[in-house]
């Protein structure tokens, strides 16, 4: 028995698409995957910005000097504007005029003289080559424009409180400075070197917290209460 051929189905052009053996693998620009175009977070931290001291702005010295020189100068050019009006000279330019040109460098009010000039001179140069500002800590910077600082009182305070939390501490006594923590307990019980550890542990994990630029280094001691009162 024969059957009859049916009709001829038109090939799907989607299976066409995909058994296509020219078919050169480019996808249609209209359905093309815009997950390319997308930018990927990642979590590496963004390169740490440079840390320095903050700068003291020193307006005391700055406003002594300046005055001295303005005084100094105003007076001076009066004087020198006096002269020549055809006018005597004042007293001191006079006096001091004659002292210079008659007295010897050996002088004893000559050297003295030099001898202020030079350490005013030394301590207005450290003053500017020095950033001052000594009580406060730079802290960690995560964003590039905002700076933080830390006042060591309040450091030292802060480790103190966490200290006190340690099982046997009676008393602690906190020093912070820029370069170590010094840390003074005093222990009524527990074995010494059992809170010294715990003592270091809590202190170390504290002054991480601080976030700091330079973590300074510790150091604990732990001793007994005295026997007196």
Excluded: C, N
């Excluded at 931290?45 to 406003?63: D, E, L, T």
């Excluded at 005055?67 to 000279?89: C, E, I, K, N, Q």
């Amino acid at each position: 028995m024969t059957t009859a051929p049916g009709p001829a189905r038109e090939p799907d052009p989607r299976r066409a698409h995909d058994h296509d053996p020219d078919h050169d693998g480019t996808s249609d620009p209209d359905h093309d995957d815009i997950s390319g175009s997308v930018p990927v977070l990642t979590d590496e931290p963004a390169p740490a910005a440079p840390v320095r001291r903050f700068w003291a702005v020193r307006r005391i010295p700055a406003a002594v000097l300046a005055a001295l020189v303005l005084g100094g100068a105003g007076l001076l050019l009066y004087d020198v504007a006096a002269v020549r009006a055809d006018r005597s000279a004042m007293a001191w330019r006079r006096e001091l005029a004659d002292g210079l040109a008659t007295r010897p460098l050996d002088d004893t009010a000559v050297v003295l003289g030099a001898a202020v000039a030079v350490v005013l001179g030394l301590w207005l140069l450290v003053l500017a080559a020095t950033p001052g500002l000594r009580e406060v800590l730079p802290m960690r910077r995560e964003h590039a424009d905002v700076r933080a600082g830390l006042d060591r009182k309040a450091a030292a305070l802060a480790l103190r409180d966490r200290a006190m939390e340690v099982s046997g501490v009676q008393s602690v006594r906190v020093r912070v400075g820029r370069a170590k923590v010094a840390a003074k307990a005093v222990s009524h019980f527990r074995a010494l070197d059992e809170v010294r550890g715990d003592v270091e542990t809590v202190l170390a994990a504290g002054i991480d917290e601080l976030g700091l630029a330079r973590p300074p280094a510790l150091s604990v001691r732990v001793a007994r209460p005295s026997g007196k009162g």
